[in-house]
């Protein structure tokens, strides 16, 4: 798997290879910190792992996940179209992890430790979903930013595309950070 980290941290191919020139505190904790966010995201939470979803990009002012349709995520059997729940759960988890790329963004002297701690701590306050078109496609991406990084709530704009690059849906959600 492949993971790109914007700005001060950049990470690419797959386990902790860093690319050079980038000044960073640690590149182990860099390196952990990604491979625990990654792990939890991808197969700490069952949910996730039911949908598939696979974290594409990972960077301080934006996340970008994706996940392939299946038979079990329809929800219209008719037309073959992605259920409405599966999209707004692709947009919350999308949501979430940008507002835990911006805790990490925050934090000047980032340990592995206090992430865990971080995320712990993360939850959903508010999530509204606008549906624009059907959830058609093979492959979906979703890509999430931050709109206000608090210290104790944050913000988070997500927009769900399909591989034809059709916008399907956005959200905005707010998330319980520390």
């Avoid at 980038?22 to 625990?36: G, R, T, V």
């Avoid at 934006?62 to 996940?67: A, E, I, Q, Y």
């Avoid at 692709?90 to 000047?108: E, N």
Wanted: hydrophobic letters at 45%; a positive charge.
């Amino acid at each position: 798997m492949a993971i790109a980290l914007a700005k001060r941290r950049t990470l690419v191919g797959s386990g902790s290879s860093f690319v050079a020139g980038l000044i960073m505190k640690s590149d182990a904790q860099d390196s952990e910190i990604i491979a625990f966010i990654t792990d939890t995201f991808e197969e700490k939470i069952p949910f996730n792992k039911v949908i598939g979803l696979q974290i594409v990009a990972l960077g301080d002012d934006s996340v970008k996940l994706k996940f392939a349709m299946q038979d079990q995520l329809i929800g219209n059997h008719v037309r073959g179209i992605l259920h409405g729940g599966v999209i707004s759960s692709a947009i919350d988890v999308t949501g979430g992890l940008a507002a835990i790329m911006g805790v990490w963004k925050r934090m000047q002297d980032a340990t592995p430790r206090k992430m865990k701690s971080s995320v712990a701590k993360l939850g959903t306050i508010d999530l509204r979903v606008d549906y624009l078109r059907p959830g058609v496609g093979d492959w979906f991406f979703c890509t999430g930013y931050t709109l206000r990084d608090g210290s104790k709530v944050t913000v988070a704009r997500i927009e769900l595309h399909n591989d034809k690059n059709a916008l399907i849906a956005v959200g905005t959600g707010s998330y319980v950070v520390a």
